[in-house]
């Protein structure tokens, strides 16, 4: 693989047949990437305006349901136990899941703030609580001036919050103890039992979050949609880099794969990672990250988006 300098992505940009696009759309308008935009061998992409945060009980809430329609499980119980175990201990199989990982998926639109409530945090001005009337994003949003963005925080949301969640979500699905035991298999008893220490951990579990050093919530992993669509050739292919000045800080910029695929359409969603102790303040337009051009030998034969498989092809913020 060869490296396009500033020349040669410009020329990628004007020729006739499968060309390279990136541009950006302000007010149904596209606007395509200046050349004093591009560095000698790369270009900048820049925050969107959508962010995005993974609903733990919204996914064990689809999966239970799918859990019983399927058969694997007759028992709402049984299938909880059993969706809980998955999130926690086991992992999501994010193939076979995928389906339901994408509806659990919550978006905040930081250019459309009045379609949420906003809350001001009494201890940070400037800095709200988002939520509509199904969820409270985890992720805060930051208003200075003209500016909007949002918070990336240290990794101070612990296990046991997600273990809490989990908890008082199954509490709240045995509305009766009478109904519980006669689907519970097994002895009477051992249901009672079983809901006694049900009681018993999120109780221990709620005493330990009432400490303010673990009532932090996370938002140390922030998915982030960039404000560029691009258009790939099918004979190029795109590599990701953190900004050094973000890394030196802690922050990294989609460290799980920096390649974008020959072929690919739409906007990229970048994953924000801080793995410092320090607290991030991301605005709407600010640089995201680098992204180098590489030429493969040949062109591949079926594009990114051409692939039926592809499960990120057309990606574009709503």
């Known amino acids: 693989m060869a490296t396009l300098s500033k020349q040669g992505i410009i020329e990628y940009l004007n ?12 007010n149904d308008e596209e606007f395509t990437i200046s ?16 962010i995005g945060e993974f609903d733990r009980l919204k996914f064990l ?20 136990d059993y969706a809980q175990d998955l999130l926690i201990l086991k992992g999501i199989n994010t193939q ?23 809350v001001e945090d009494p201890e940070c001005l400037g800095v709200y609580t988002a939520y509509d009337d199904e969820y409270t994003f985890s992720v805060k949003v930051v208003i200075d001036e003209n500016k909007v963005g949002f918070v990336i925080e240290p990794d101070s949301h612990t296990y046991y919050q997600q273990i809490s969640k989990l908890y008082q979500a199954q509490k709240l699905t045995v509305k009766s ?12 008893s051992n249901a009672l039992n079983y809901l006694n220490q049900l009681e018993f951990e999120t109780n221990a579990i709620d005493a330990y979050l009432s400490q303010p050093f673990a009532n932090t919530p996370s938002t140390s992993f922030v998915l982030v949609w960039a404000n560029q669509y691009l258009k790939m050739p099918n004979d190029l292919v795109g590599r990701l880099d953190t900004k050094s000045s973000d890394a030196r800080m802690g922050l990294s910029a989609h460290p799980s794969s920096g390649r974008v695929d020959a072929g690919f359409e739409g906007q990229l969603v970048l994953e924000l990672k801080t793995i410092h102790d320090n607290t991030f303040h991301r605005y709407v337009g600010d640089k995201l990250c680098g992204m180098k051009l590489e030429t493969i030998d040949k062109p591949v034969g079926v594009g990114y988006n051409e692939n039926h498989q592809s499960q990120y092809k057309d990606n574009v913020s709503i």
């Open 35 to 50: 050349e004093n935009q591009i560095d000698s061998n790369s270009f900048d992409l820049t925050t969107g305006s959508l």
């Open 15 to 26: 020729r006739s047949a499968d060309p390279l696009k990136i541009y950006t759309i302000e």
């Open 177 to 188: 103890i009478g109904k519980f035991i006669r689907n519970f298999k097994g002895e009477p």
């Open 96 to 118: 076979n899941d995928s389906k339901l990982l994408k509806k659990s998926l919550r978006l905040l639109n930081l250019n459309n703030l009045d379609d949420y409530q906003l």
């Open 61 to 80: 809430e689809l999966k239970v349901k799918e859990l019983i329609s399927d058969g694997t499980f007759s028992s709402e119980v049984e299938a909880y």
